[in-house]
DNA sequence: TGTGAACATAGACGTATGTCGAAGCCAGAG
DNA sequence: CTCTGGCTTCGACATACGTCTATGTTCACA
């Protein structure tokens, strides 16, 4: 524990993975992709998400999506760690900090999902 | 039509939610979606889900798919959240066990994550 | 320049989680 | 019945996680 370790800010959003039904992921995959999931495997931070992605043109000031039960370092916490993920992008403007949401992110993991229609 | 269901201790996410981006989700939406999501947000989690889902018939016996770097025990405990979660089902073939996906459940989420055209 | 508002960071604390080895259970073969 | 192989459960442990209060930082405005 000497050197400080710099967790990604920048999106890993890319089209990372093929369904999860064509073909097992490989363990690198795996540890991406899963950190996504996490990301929002929490409920205060699925909501936060839903906040800012149901806003008009997906973004949201920390202001307008801050009440959902939690204290305001937590939801600074909690935004901070969607950030980290790649689902959220901040940006200041003045006063306020406005989050908006990764749209390529969103679609990856939407396509990570599709299930074929075979069934 | 209708079988006799399986215990789980998560409710099944069928009538879970609209896409993240059509309305926030209420506290109880996001309890119940946050419990999917973070099922699959373990790497050693998502690796036996895709290796399940990826094999013919979209099920597999835990033999097939152990091999993902740990224990034996650790796999079945990570076999019983997915479960749990609702994301597979167990069945008995004599020696072996057989798990499959619910495919009901992973098309939920899709949709959950499916981005519109609003751009 | 000072003050207040909006967010972020730091530190602490209790609980949940992932992991293991050992032991238990269940089904098939002798 | 006994033995053996496949899988689950149990008990224990270190670490990660979510939450809080207190404190920083950055900006707007008088």
Redesign the interface.
Known sequence: MSKPEEKRTAPPAQPCCPA??????T?EE??T???M???????????L???V??HPD?EACVCDIAD??VSQPTVSHHLKKLKEAGLLVSERRGTWVYYR?E?SV??A??TL???PAA?
């Open positions: 999860l039904t064509e073909r097992e992921l363990a795996a540890e992709t899963a950190a999931f996490k990301a929002l495997g929490d409920p205060v931070r699925l909501r998400f839903s906040k992605a149901s997906r959902v039960g949401v749209p969103l679609a993991m939407g999902l599709a299930v069934a």
